[in-house]
């Protein structure tokens, strides 16, 4: 078997082939076109039957060669960036060059057996899409609410808004009204902004609307689970990726930045709050925590356990995060397979 290493870029990718004790056996930089791709298979067929690319995981370079290696059905394993700089600096050859980087993605995969396995692009990445397209707007209406609000107050400090309220229909038409009988470059671009403002939000609703139908059909177990939302659930689900990439719920968990961290030596077991894992996938489970913790019976239950057992009001929240991670990652599951396959058994409770 020999392993393929790809460093790729927003041009180019390089690979080098090595065999199965690290050894180089061939090196080659192509362009970032589907032509290429092709041609590469081809190259790699020469060196070997049995074949393992890697890839450092940044999909936004490589979505386009892994789409087209997957369909010439080549395996791909997903080489996380930090294993690959570790596997860099164990190298005996100095300095930092794209077959260098290659080369360290290539023992890398060589050295970890169970790495992510790459596969096509399914609905998860439409609703990811959708919904950082969705931030990206609410962003850009804050700014433009901010700008507007400073308008506002230089015609007249008494126009005070009030908070979250640009995206109701009242405000709107009271504000266009009062900038109408407003003369001068500052009331001129106040209309401006306002409209642009309104434009904004009517998109972001078509935008929920959009979502919501997408999530409804993706994740319908997920949407059931107390605390979890149209906009949390797309969040999740768009982030997970393909929950069946991950063997475990404690793999999820660590995925997902809610599995402690040991910080302990001789006799004295603690943990800590764990700052790796992906922070928008933590933000969700959080939110759907609080939102238990004031709503939920059992989860209140179980955090005046914790902290009867002498757990802090933070450490009791976070271990009702673990708990939760473990919801989500089953709800994920039984979303991922087929209603027909799933046992009555195997079916669980909302709380944590």
Known sequence: MVVLGVDAHKRTHTIVIIDERGRRIADRTINATTAD???LVTWAQAHGEERLWAVEDCRHLSRRLERDLLAAGERIVRVPTKMMAAARKSSRDYGKSDPIDAL?????ALQEPDLPVAHLDGPAREVRLLVDHREDLVAERTRIINRLRWHLH??????????RSFDRNKTI?????????????????ARRLL???????AEIK????????LIVKIAPTLLETCGVGTLSAAKIVGETADVRRFKSKDAFARYSGTAPLPVWSSDHPRHRLSRVGNRQLNCAIHRMALTQAHWHPDARAY???????????????RALKRRLSDVVYRALIADARPASSIKQSEKFPEAA
């Not at 409209?195 to 939000?201: A, K, W």
């Open 206 to 213: 078509a935008l929920d609307d959009e979502i919501a139908e």
């Open 195 to 201: 409209v642009y403002c309104t434009n904004l939000t």
């Open 154 to 163: 230089e015609l007249d400090p008494t126009w005070d808004p009030p908070v």
């Open 104 to 108: 360290a993605v290539a023992r890398a």
């Open 173 to 189: 038409v009271q504000l266009t009204t009062t900038l109408a009988e407003r003369a001068g470059t500052v009331a001129r671009l």
């Open 37 to 39: 791709h092709l041609a």
């Open 303 to 317: 955090l005046e356990r914790r902290k009867a057992a002498g757990d802090t009001p933070k450490e009791a929240l």
